[in-house]
């Protein structure tokens, strides 16, 4: 029994039954989650017909197609081809080995959660007031909103400020901490913030909301800092939360705390819970990527199948998707104080690159980050056009915890911006060569042979 089917419950469900595996897939609304219909395919594709040029009704042509006009028809049928049976409605779970189904009870041998995330809209007095969009009412109406202002300059919050930017409306973004992207490195947030600004869009860095009002026409909000917006529409992006109220957990003995994922093992199997439970995607709320919830049904279905295999998320990328973009994979700076480590770092301006020369795009920079006690990369940032793109070998590094001196003595073709990689890993080798370790520590990495001695 899996419940929910979005990015991981699809995948576990399809590839447990075409092993042979009686399976039941539980959704009650589209089956493939939000990505294809309200999140990442018609964010991307809206972000690109911005980059084109094109007109908003043409847009949304095209961001509607490719969404399959919200329809899961062809999904339903894949699932029905891979010989799974599914359930629309609301699946909970009433004891170990029985899910209640809109009022049908089914039994179960192993249970899979995949219910995913919601949004979380911010306790601000009067905001449940007045028109109010998520991220999923954003990308599948046809409105085009005079004004709007964004509530959060996350990933979301960047993206989509960018897209109705570009096709007309006078944006303005509200993020308290006083920088976008805060979870990645400073420079990435303002690199996104240089490229908004561009456009026309207001920042509101350093306020938060206090209060909001419906007035005449549209509606007013009051920032904590004095100052005031008005709009016609207002657009939270203040993140996601796992979706688990109401699944009956509590009766498998897993407590989940308000706001937070179920817990899961290595494996992906709820270690507390009574019977075989095990959970993928934001429902655990690791690492909360479509490509990361992919990850872990490949491991749910694997440990499934009886072939044991632990998942790993020291280089699962992170991708905002403006233009220019930024990738990071592995920790940042900022998670690296939290743990306690020691880092080397090095940057580059994407401005030095002959490419950048040639796309006349000056915009951008990369920074990578060594732990100085191992001499290996455990985090990397971009920001600058399609980073999304030329830095995937950084995240392979991280996770195969490839030598320095091995990463700086890969070539790149020319001219490429995955030249910029080059001079930071050849100062991060070199650092670390000279004062990375002790010189006794040093003489015997260099006496012992192959890349395994360079570790």
């Given at each position: ?25 539980v ?77 049908a009870?089914h ?48 990933p ?29 490195a400073?420079?990435a ?13 207001d ?25 005031t ?84 998320y ?53 920074e ?15 920001a ?36 910029a ?27 012992r042979?192959?890349?395994?001695g360079?570790?």
């Amino acid at each position: 029994m899996v419940l929910g089917g979005g990015t991981a419950g699809e995948l576990v469900a399809a590839g447990l039954a075409r092993a042979g595996r009686d399976v039941a897939l539980v959704e009650n609304r589209l089956v493939g989650g939000e990505s294809p219909y309200f999140a990442c395919v018609p964010s991307k594709s809206l972000l690109l017909s911005a980059r084109r040029g094109e007109t908003w009704e043409m847009a949304l042509a095209r961001r509607d197609e490719l969404a399959g006009r919200r329809g899961d028809d062809p999904a339903v049928a894949r699932m029905a081809e891979a010989g799974v049976t599914v359930l629309r409605g609301r699946g909970r779970v009433l004891e170990p080995g029985r899910v209640e189904v809109d009022g049908a009870v089914h039994g179960y041998g192993d249970l899979v959660v995949c219910t995913g995330s919601e949004p979380v809209i911010p306790p601000v007095e009067g905001l449940a007031d007045v028109p109010l969009w998520t991220s999923a009412e954003a990308l599948s109406v046809p409105d085009l909103p005079r004004r709007l202002v964004i509530l959060g300059g996350g990933p979301v919050g960047c993206e989509l400020a960018q897209v109705y930017a570009a096709f007309g409306s006078q944006v303005a973004v509200v993020e308290a901490s006083g920088r976008l992207l805060t979870a990645e490195a400073p420079f990435a947030g303002e690199v996104v913030a240089d490229a908004l600004r561009r456009m026309g869009v207001d920042l509101r860095l350093g306020a938060a909301v206090g209060n909001v009002e419906r007035k005449d026409v549209g509606v007013r909000l009051w920032l904590s800092d004095g100052g005031t917006l008005d709009a016609d529409r207002v657009l939270v992006a203040a993140g996601r939360r796992p979706r688990v109220e109401g699944l009956g957990l509590e009766t498998l003995g897993i407590a989940v705390s308000p706001g937070e994922g179920v817990p899961v093992d290595e494996t992906c199997r709820v270690p507390s819970s009574t019977g075989g439970v095990w959970a993928a995607g934001d429902v655990t709320g690791i690492a909360r990527t479509t490509h990361a919830a992919r990850y872990q049904a490949q491991i749910v279905l694997a440990n499934l199948l009886g072939r044991r295999r632990e998942a790993d998320y020291r280089a699962i990328p992170r991708v905002v998707h403006t233009s220019p973009s930024v990738y990071s994979v592995g920790i940042s700076p900022t998670r690296a104080a939290e743990l306690r480590i020691d880092l080397l770092t090095a940057g580059y301006d994407l401005a030095a690159t002959a490419r950048a020369a040639v796309e006349a795009d000056e915009r951008g920079r990369v920074e990578l980050y060594a732990d100085r006690s191992r001499g290996l990369l455990v985090g990397a940032a971009a920001a600058g056009r399609h980073a999304e793109e030329w830095m995937s070998e950084i995240a392979l590094a991280i996770r195969a915890e490839t030598p320095l001196s091995l990463l700086a003595d890969v070539v790149h073709a020319f001219p490429t911006y995955g030249e910029a990689v080059e001079a930071p890993l050849r100062e991060l080798a070199e650092r670390w060569r000279r004062d990375g370790t002790s010189e006794e520590d040093r003489d015997e990495r260099d006496r012992r042979p192959g890349p395994a001695g360079a570790r």
